[in-house]
């Protein structure tokens, strides 16, 4: 009897995420700019720990970085955004994930946030101890759960600085609950 291993590869991880974001968050575009070119360029500044700015520099017949900042901007209301990013995350869960009890962890994060925030950022800048120069942060909470040496991401909920711990810690658990 022969085994067949399946491989997942870059492409195929590639073209499943760009499938799932463009199933759960629609972008309208214009011109040249297509959904799928957007969130291509977005996977791999974020997979390179890259800027939007080099990324699109870096790859050819690709949108602009003006272009990719124009058509993320639409995305200003962050608990839209959030909302449909849960959804995306909701909609691809293994089997495995979804049957049974599961040990779930809970990591809250901290992204350096240098300026001043205008009124929109203004209630997501957290304040906690000083860290690469700076005590301002974007925060997020995310769930997940790990599976055969694996973290399978659950939900995300940004920060805001109103939110007490209990109340992200509920959020989160309430997305996850069958």
Not at 23 to 40: A, H, S, V, Y
Not at 96 to 121: C, M, T, V
Request: hydrophobic residues 35%; charged residues 20%; aromatic residues 8%.
């Amino acid at each position: 009897m022969t085994v067949t291993t399946l491989v997942l590869t870059d492409s195929k991880t590639l073209n499943e995420v760009v499938n799932c974001l463009t199933d759960n968050l629609p972008i309208q575009t214009q011109g040249k700019c297509e959904q799928q070119n957007i969130f291509e360029i977005l996977i791999r500044a974020a997979t390179q720990r890259d800027s939007i700015e080099n990324t699109t520099k870096v790859l050819k017949n690709v949108p602009t970085s003006n272009d990719i900042r124009y058509h993320l901007e639409k995305y200003s209301d962050l608990p839209s955004l959030e909302e449909a990013l849960n959804k995306a995350l909701q909609s691809r869960l293994p089997t495995g994930i979804r049957q049974g009890q599961q040990k779930i962890a809970i990591d809250f994060n901290l992204i350096p946030y240098y300026g001043e925030p205008s009124s929109l950022e203004a209630p997501y800048i957290y304040r906690s101890q000083a860290k690469n120069g700076t005590c301002s942060f974007y925060a997020y909470a995310t769930v997940y759960v790990i599976k055969k040496n694996k973290r399978v991401t659950l939900a995300i909920k940004a920060v805001q600085q109103q939110n007490t711990l209990v109340a992200i810690i509920t959020y989160l658990l309430a997305i996850i609950e069958p």
